[in-house]
């Protein structure tokens, strides 16, 4: 959750969201509604407008607050503080309950606006690992598409190659070398779709709401798309044995049905999975409105402050996979005063699908209430858990040797310590920290913002995103991987709704 020098460059400006498309009532009929305004439905809305596609709502609970990135809005420190310190953001809202605290709590939630947590990400692109795709519950089809394999460009090449065209011609800073030695370890430097504003300490990750950006600054939908705002999916509409539409709150607090041939859930994945638990429900299909297989990335790490001239130029590194650990080990290194650096390392790692996992909700009259969220680590999930460890003060004891720090040993407290969370690497904390001894760190299940996997392709949906069970209800973003993998989700999210927008303008 660290930010880097990012690579390519933007004009500096804002831009006003007061385009045709975003205002009016709520139309009573589309062809495609897309709830949620986030990274997976903005991404889907603007490829199927490039897919000309026509009839396009895209509901969004939020507010329309400008459409840019909060790292071009904001200073570094004011930044991080919305992220870390969540309350102070007037966009973040957690709309469930955590039924195993400390997990799902703190600074667990969305950034309900139009945008989401698009407009918060860090850019990191990664693609699924092999041994994750290769395991049985991602579908054959679906990962030929994403890596190629059927002679047309894997959507893996195509997103990547878009990006790095968006961020500037590099998706990381070309002075860094391509290979780097340090702890034991070679490091390649971390792929992410940025771009910096010039003159500024600013950057800004891709959004898909360039698209929505016109010469003047003015932003509103792509063609065949429209767009309502403070307009909040209640439920999906079930009837007949399908869904047909959804039922909103509009902006003015009326409540209306919208009818809709095909109904795309991407309100993240515990909202997704609310919605679609209860409309299974209501289709009969699912006994009660509960799904499992929730899962986070399992993420742990330490911050230590060094002399700089013992470490790599800073920037952002990583070291791929490892398909026993199924982790991935990155480092970052930022400058921190005089001759000194923060070097900020971590291990992110696959949580397993586990059915007691779970998303679900109560039932009041046709509509569901709050999700109740759960989680539970299987035994490999705490195997990995000490593997992570392992590798952490393994790296450690030899960076130590490397930079002539003192062989402090990395003590970690139990998984699941609110007092030692990702929050550590905040800067008021590392700047109280005593050089050279290093602070370990674990996020809480739900903090690292990549929560999935609980409409997994494959199993719930099939390979077109359909829901077997319910036609006419679809998903989309991480709720639909069958397995997370360890690499950060959105570039997977981003190259299956591009997929997903062919398919439906397609049919
Ligand atoms: C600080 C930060 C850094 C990150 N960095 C990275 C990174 O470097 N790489 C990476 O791969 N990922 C990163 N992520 C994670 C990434 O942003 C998420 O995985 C991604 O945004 C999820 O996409 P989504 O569309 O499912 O959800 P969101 O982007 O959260 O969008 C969901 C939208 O749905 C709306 N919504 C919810 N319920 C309703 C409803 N009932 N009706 C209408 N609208 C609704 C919400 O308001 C929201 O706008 C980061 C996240 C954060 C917060």
């Not at 889907?44 to 609970?61: D, I, M, N, Q, R």
């Not at 609110?418 to 929050?423: H, V």
Request: contains cysteine; hydrophobic residues 40%.
């Amino acid at each position: 959750m660290s930010g880097n020098p990012p690579t390519g460059h933007r004009p500096v400006g804002t831009h006003q969201a007061t385009g045709p498309g975003l205002t009016g009532p709520v139309p009573r009929r589309a062809r495609i509604v897309i709830v949620g305004g986030g990274l997976a439905g903005a991404e889907l809305a603007g490829a199927l407008s490039s897919e000309g596609a026509t009839g396009v709502l895209l509901l969004e609970a939020g507010p329309v607050a400008g459409l840019t990135h909060i790292h071009t809005t904001h200073s570094p420190q004011r930044a991080t503080e919305l992220v870390f310190a969540p309350d102070s953001d007037p966009y973040f809202h957690r709309p469930w309950r955590s039924a195993t605290p400390p997990h799902y709590t703190g600074i667990s939630g969305l950034r309900r606006r139009l945008g989401g947590r698009s407009l918060y990400w860090h850019g990191v692109v990664l693609p699924l690992e092999d041994w994750a795709l290769r395991a049985p519950e991602w579908p054959a089809s679906i990962v030929t598409a994403l890596t190629g394999g059927d002679g047309t460009p894997s959507w893996y090449d195509r997103v990547t190659a878009d990006l790095t065209r968006w961020s500037g011609g590099a998706l990381w800073d070309p002075a860094l070398p391509t290979r780097t030695a340090f702890g034991g370890e070679e490091f390649r430097p971390l792929p992410r779709a940025c771009r910096r504003t010039p003159g500024a300490d600013r950057w800004e990750a891709y959004t898909a709401f360039d698209a929505w950006r016109d010469a003047d600054g003015r932003t509103g939908p792509p063609p065949g798309v429209s767009a309502r705002c403070d307009t909040e999916a209640l439920a999906v509409d079930v009837g007949g044995g399908r869904a047909r539409g959804v039922v909103v709150r509009a902006a003015d607090g009326s409540v209306t049905t919208v009818a809709a041939d095909t109904v795309v859930l991407c309100a993240g994945a515990v909202e997704s999975t609310r919605l679609a638990a209860h409309a299974l429900t209501a289709a009969d299909v699912l006994p009660e409105p509960r799904l499992g297989g929730l899962a986070d990335h399992i993420v742990q790490g330490f911050v230590v402050r060094l002399p700089a001239d013992r470490l790599p130029p800073p920037g952002s590194y990583h070291v791929p996979t490892d398909p026993v650990l199924r982790s991935y080990l990155r480092m970052d290194v930022h400058p921190d005063g005089p001759g000194r650096a923060l070097l900020d390392v971590r291990v992110t790692g696959e949580q397993l699908p586990n059915p007691d996992s779970v998303v679900e909700c109560e039932v009041s009259g046709s509509r569901p209430g709050p999700a109740k969220v759960s989680t539970e680590l299987l035994p490999e999930d705490r195997k990995l858990i000490a593997a992570q460890r392992d590798l952490l003060r393994d790296f450690w004891a030899t960076a130590a040797a490397e930079t002539g720090a003192p062989k402090t040993p990395l003590e970690f407290t139990d998984f699941g310590d609110a007092d030692r969370d990702n929050t550590r690497v905040l800067p008021d904390r590392t700047r109280a920290q005593s050089a050279s001894r290093p602070e370990s760190w674990t996020s809480l299940l739900g903090t690292e913002d990549h929560e999935g996997g609980s409409l997994p392709l494959g199993r719930l949906l099939d390979d077109r995103h359909a829901f077997t069970a319910l036609p006419g209800l679809y998903a989309a973003g991480p709720a639909v991987f069958p397995r997370l993998g360890a690499a950060n989700p959105s570039l997977t999210a981003i190259a299956l709704s591009r997929r997903l927008a062919g398919l439906l303008a397609a049919a």
